[in-house]
């Protein structure tokens, strides 16, 4: 097992989960891997077809994600393929013979695919070592990303008896955890949970107060990186996209309205890492497989925990140090509770469906509104535990926050004026109201003469408003669902009123980009040293990058295929002179080093 992945992969060594994992495939057993993003979980599938020499299928969701695995798995020099709709005659014919040969030892399919008939008799008939389905949650109604399609995956227990089945999944809640095992039927399966938590991730939550500044701040504190920047709507890229570009940032707009061959051309250009920022709503992601993303934006808050779990995820894979804003307003999940509650009437929608999304919702509002440190709140979401007292990688835990000195007092008048205007009217009027506003609505209504009338004044309505999400957070103040929601008060705001409960309102401390960096964590990978660059050795990795670049361009395949991040990191820090040297470095394999090899250690010799 050592030699094949020295050989293949260029790791010396397993993470201890994937050696579990693979030990299951290895004894042919079932198994249902639950690693987040990043954690290696392809390794698992991809490693014991080329111990066992035999061919392993895998289940994918994305033609766009198979492609890049296969590209990757070819340059390292392993007979890997994928069956789609969008191979030529030729390629299908030449995929069969690999196939009827028993040279192939990885083939991905889609489930559409593999469901044709022909197929499927075809495949029944060749020695199938196991089958590996990724992304398994797309199986459960429960989660947050369910594909019908999926749902037939039940069947390959007859149509394949005996071929141990593996599931693979980055994002599962216990619930959803039951309803792979039952859905594929799993037989005694050996249950692998690695760690939700990603070290690596700087978590901050903002109130969203001038959007296009608050992104162009964190772009600023990642120059020249690959960023992505979540958007709920197909509007909100374009137009935040087009303000970037008016700041100098440039910028494209991504979504599932563009025509096929923008959304392709866009995809190719950040990956071959000609595009840096990318304004787009969850269309953009499943395959985009960039592992230097050193910034993931979300401009609203998503949904659920699992979409924020998964859309972060994207940052960072390569283990490097990488950070995660989110945005938010309490508008934002009112927002959601319409386009929920929408669907569930229209009856697009199971009502299950419908309250199973609702209570995600929830959580991720609580996860949003709550000042409390970020990895311990998704760690004990999915069911762990979080031992450390700081993270050391969150605004919480990094004291980024501040509590404004009067937070009471200044409840006691956002709330008042709720009251004293009777509990009828939205949060855009109230803070008009107490921001002392002359305009006619406020005046017809004799709201201008009421006590609260400007009695906060002083603030900004962008912190009114966030004032007043805190407080909903708090559970001192509700605010009605429908397409006019309005401020009322409960018991809670009651007891704030009478100055019998305490409340806390907080405000960012101001300017990140003045602040110092947090202290660096060490990387995943046991023994990586975890300390920032020199200078020198930052050179020698944006030239390294610049080749890499140039090579994925020539090849025709996404630069972190070449070599990931953590590898250029490596070499900068190394700086090989032989062969033996370079073949040491965490993934490089020969089968790489013979094709790269000599191009990066003149390189380096310069
Ligand atoms: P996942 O599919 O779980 O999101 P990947 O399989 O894409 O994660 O792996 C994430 C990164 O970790 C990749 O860059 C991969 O090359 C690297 N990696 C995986 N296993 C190892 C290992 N044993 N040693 C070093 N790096 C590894
Ligand atoms: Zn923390």
């Known amino acids: 097992m050592h030699e094949a992945l020295e050989k293949w992969f260029g790791f010396s060594s397993l993470r201890p989960l994937q050696q579990e994992a693979i030990d299951a495939a290895l004894l042919g057993r079932d198994a249902l891997v639950v690693l987040p993003t990043g954690g290696g979980k392809s390794l698992c599938y991809q490693l014991p077809p080329l111990v066992l020499d035999r061919l392993t299928v895998v289940v994918s969701p994305l033609i766009a994600l198979m492609q890049d695995q296969v590209d990757g798995l070819r340059l390292n020099g392993v007979p890997a393929a994928a069956a789609h709709g969008n191979l030529t005659p030729a390629e299908r014919q030449q995929l069969r013979d690999l196939v009827e040969s028993g040279e192939l030892r990885i083939l991905f399919v889609a489930p559409e695919r593999l469901f044709r008939e022909d197929f499927l008799r075809w495949l029944g008939a060749r020695d199938v070592a196991a089958i590996a ?31 141990p089945v593996q599931a693979f999944t980055a994002t599962a809640t216990p619930r959803v955890r039951d309803d792979i095992r039952r859905q594929l039927a ?68 991504y979504h599932a309205g563009l025509p096929a061959e923008v959304r392709s051309r866009l995809s190719a250009d950040f990956r071959a890492e000609r595009l840096h920022v990318v304004c787009a709503t969850v269309a953009f992601g499943m395959g985009i497989d960039r592992s230097d993303v050193r910034l993931v934006v979300h401009a609203a808050m998503p949904k659920s925990i699992e979409h924020y779990q998964q859309e972060t995820g994207r940052a960072g894979r390569d283990g490097l140090p990488s950070e995660c804003l989110l945005l938010y307003s309490g508008a934002d999940a009112a927002r959601w509770r319409l386009l929920i509650e929408r669907a569930g009437a229209e009856g697009d929608q199971d009502p299950e469906v419908a309250r199973a999304q609702l209570d995600l919702l929830y959580h991720m509002q609580r996860f949003a509104g709550r000042a409390r440190c970020r990895h311990r709140t998704l760690s004990e979401y999915f069911g762990q535990d979080y031992p450390e007292p700081n993270c050391g ?102 007891e704030v009123l009478r100055g019998e409960r305490e409340v806390v309102l907080r405000t960012p401390k101001g300017d990140l980009a003045q602040r110092p960096r947090r202290r660096r964590r060490a990387g995943r990978d046991a023994g990586e040293p975890a300390r920032e660059l020199t200078s020198p050795e930052q050179e020698r990795f944006e030239r390294m990058r610049g080749l890499r670049r140039e090579l994925a361009g020539e090849l025709g395949v996404p630069p972190y295929v070449v070599f990931s991040d953590a590898t250029l990191v490596e070499l900068a820090r190394q700086r090989p002179t032989t062969r033996a040297a370079m073949l040491a470095v965490k993934g490089v394999g020969p089968k790489k080093f013979e094709s790269f090899g000599e191009r990066f250690l003149t390189l380096l010799a310069e």
């Open 133 to 163: 389905i990724d992304e398994a949650h797309c199986i459960s109604q429960w989660g947050h990303d369910f594909r019908p399609e999926y749902r037939r995956l039940a069947e390959l227990r007859e149509r394949f008896p005996g071929v």
């Open 186 to 253: 799993l037989r005694d399966p050996v249950e692998i949970v690695g760690t939700f938590d990603r070290s690596e991730l700087t978590y901050r939550v903002l109130p969203r107060q001038s959007l296009v500044d608050q992104v162009a701040e964190a772009i600023g504190r990642h120059r020249d990186a690959a960023t992505i920047v979540y958007c709920i709507s197909r509007k909100d890229t374009e137009t935040l996209s087009t303000r970037l570009n008016a700041r100098g940032i440039r910028a494209e707009p």
């Open 393 to 494: 990688a969150c605004d919480v835990c990094l004291d980024e926050l501040e509590q404004v000195p009067d937070g009471l007092v200044i409840a006691q008048k956002i709330l008042s004026a709720i009251a004293r205007t009777g509990q009828r009217f939205g949060q855009s009027y109230i803070v008009e109201v107490l921001r002392g506003s002359k305009s006619e609505k406020v005046r017809s209504r004799g709201h201008d003469r009421i006590p609260t009338f400007g009695l906060l004044r002083e603030q900004t309505a962008m912190r009114l408003g966030n004032f007043i999400d805190q407080l909903i957070d708090d559970g001192v103040l509700v605010r009605t669902d429908g397409d006019y929601p309005v401020l009322q008060l409960n018991d809670g705001a009651k």
